[in-house]
């Protein structure tokens, strides 16, 4: 597929996806979503790849919300459609991505932009960035997780106040209320997601798709995270991964992960 709104390019193991509709502040219309899914679903089989890093293009938007303007003549039934897309073709894809995905957040990641890189993995703000849910300011409420991420990564109360308030913080006190995991200048935050990409990709890729299951099985009503994290502990006995890494450590080397 030709990608008309997003880039995307591979190095060393690690897929960079950058939302390219700076004119726009990278506002997600229904074709950037349909993209994204598809870029994330091809780089999901592809079994080279170790890493996936999310960003937008230029250096005042990572994304700036929703396509306002796109969304605005929807009535109900196109609304509930675009809000089943977005749930079941990106959001949820993301969160529940075999491989680990960071948001590196370049400046607004407002809305859905927000909601976004909350279905990231990994966070990682440039001091520049500006985070918020303002829905309700435009008379609707978070609509592609926000509800749901934003407690969970940083407590109810916080969550309340900053959907109700529809206010914008800054990076630094996202990262203080846990947000994003780091702050940095802007020249060095794709350097910033790589060395994490970086540290990931020397361990186990088996090992880790398990651990992101059982974390996430966390959040989901009706499982018992213990349960799965049982069953997946067991299931790592079986793999190869399991036999390098306990083999490495007893010949005092360092293990090689295919
Ligand atoms: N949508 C469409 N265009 C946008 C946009 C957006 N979200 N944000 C910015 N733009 C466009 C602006 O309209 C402008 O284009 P022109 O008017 O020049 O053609 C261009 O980007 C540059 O923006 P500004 O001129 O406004 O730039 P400023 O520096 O003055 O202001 C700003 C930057 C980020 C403060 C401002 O652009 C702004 O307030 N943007 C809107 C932020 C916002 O409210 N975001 C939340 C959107 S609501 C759904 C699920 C979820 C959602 C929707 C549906 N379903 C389940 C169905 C999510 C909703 C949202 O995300």
Redesign the pocket.
Known sequence: MDYKNILQKCINKICYITINRP???N?LNNLTIKELSHALYSTSKNKTIRCVVITGAENK?FV??????E?SSFNKTQ?SQ??KD?HEKLFNIIENLAIPCIAAING?A????L?LAMACHIRVASINAKLGL??V??G?I???GGTQRLPNLVGKGIAMEMIMTAKMISAEEANKIGLVNHVCKQEDLLNICTSIAEKIKRNSSSAISSAIKSINSCYKTGVNGYDVEIELFGKCFETNDFTEGTNAFIEKRKPNFN
């Open positions: 004119k726009y502040l506002a938007a700036a919300g929703a396509d306002i303007k969304f609304g675009l809000s977005g607004f407002l809305g859905g932009g909601e303002p829905e300011s435009l609707i978070p609509g592609y």
